[in-house]
């Protein structure tokens, strides 16, 4: 695999969306049980705010990497749930390889200096 150029700015961006889209890959998810299920498969390790987490879905929303739908829960309750789309999962496939790229090369460049 090739990538062209990589942006330190842009790797930030594009994990996250990948974890979104990962994290959706599995199941239908609102936005509060998304965050909580990458911190909890993550080990606590990632972790989304509000601030950063929603711009994300709406962005991958009005890419149609995901749709959303509302869902009544309770009586005055609506939440927004989200499912990956069939344009989302050929974007995480090729996400996917693209950050394995990243991580072998980062590993052949750094060397294994803890072993």
Partial sequence: MKIDHVEI???????NEALILSALSDQRLHGYQLALEVERKSEGLFLF?????????????????????????????????????????KRLKLMLSE??????LFLQLTGDKYK
């Fill in 9 to 15: 700015n842009n790797l930030t961006k594009s994990f």
């Fill in 49 to 89: 705010k509000h601030g950063t987490l929603y711009p994300i879905l709406h962005k991958l929303e009005k890419e149609n990497l995901i749709s959303g739908f509302w869902k009544q829960e309770g009586p005055r309750r609506k939440r927004k749930y989200y499912k990956i789309t069939l344009k989302g999962k």
């Fill in 99 to 104: 950050w394995k790229y990243l991580f072998d």
